[in-house]
């Protein structure tokens, strides 16, 4: 089984190639941001409490995060050659919860991939993007912010999993294609 975790600041990328690594390695892709947004959508009362972290750039709770997750991990990870998780684990205490989860699943994380991008195309890439998105988290104090909460909560995930040996940085800068081959390397080298 091939279980990525597809990592990196807002904007690097990772619901983009996500899409890209679905359909080439026929994994189920589950992003906590999506799986939040459309609780937003549906106004749910989950939803509109999560919209409240999400607009002004801050992480929701981590029990929410669980309570969304853990089931869907549970039911992803049955018959399928793998998940691609995107947007989580988000600080160490998730990943923590993770391996956790992984390991009463008789599972394991295969690598964590961390899309590198520089600060000011994250910035272009996400404005352009708040044009037509609709995210409330699309306009640039929240994005400053998002990238504020991604150097000082999500960065330290890569060094949790450095120490077990599952961490590749990927250059995602170039375009969508360029960025796709130097993952597929990555992928490849550890099926
Ligand atoms: P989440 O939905 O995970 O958002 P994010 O990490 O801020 O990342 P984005 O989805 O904005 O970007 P992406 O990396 O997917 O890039 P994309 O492919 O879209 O989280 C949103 C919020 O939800 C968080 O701030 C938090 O509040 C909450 N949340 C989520 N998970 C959580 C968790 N686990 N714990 C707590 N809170 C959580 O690309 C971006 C744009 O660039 C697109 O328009 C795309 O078309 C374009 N693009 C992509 N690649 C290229 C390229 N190579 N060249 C040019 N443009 C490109
Ligand atoms: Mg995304």
Not at 16 to 26: A, E, F
Not at 46 to 69: C, H, Q, R, T, W
Not at 105 to 113: A, F, R
């Amino acid at each position: 089984m091939l279980n990525i975790i597809i990592c990196g600041a807002p904007g690097c990328g990772k619901g983009t190639q996500s899409d890209l690594m679905v359909k080439k390695y026929m994994l189920k892709h589950l992003s906590t941001g999506d799986l939040l947004r459309s609780e937003i959508a549906e106004r749910s009362e989950l939803g509109l409490e999560a919209e409240s972290y999400i607009s002004k750039g801050n992480l929701v709770p981590d029990k929410m995060i669980f309570d969304i997750l853990s089931k869907a991990i549970a039911e992803q990870t049955r018959n399928t050659n793998g998940i691609i998780l995107d947007g989580f684990p988000r600080n160490v205490a998730q990943a923590e919860a993770l391996e956790a989860l992984m390991a009463s699943l008789n599972k394991e994380i295969t690598v964590l991939i961390d899309l590198k991008v520089d600060n000011q195309e994250l910035i272009n890439r996400l404005l352009i993007r708040g044009e037509t998105s609709g995210r409330c988290d699309d306009n640039l104090e929240t994005i400053k912010k998002r990238l504020e909460v991604y150097e000082n909560k999500t960065a330290p995930v890569s060094a949790f999993y450095k120490t077990k040996n599952k961490y590749a940085a990927v250059n995602g800068m170039g375009t969508i294609d360029e960025i796709f081959g130097r993952i597929s390397s990555v992928i490849d080298s550890k099926r």
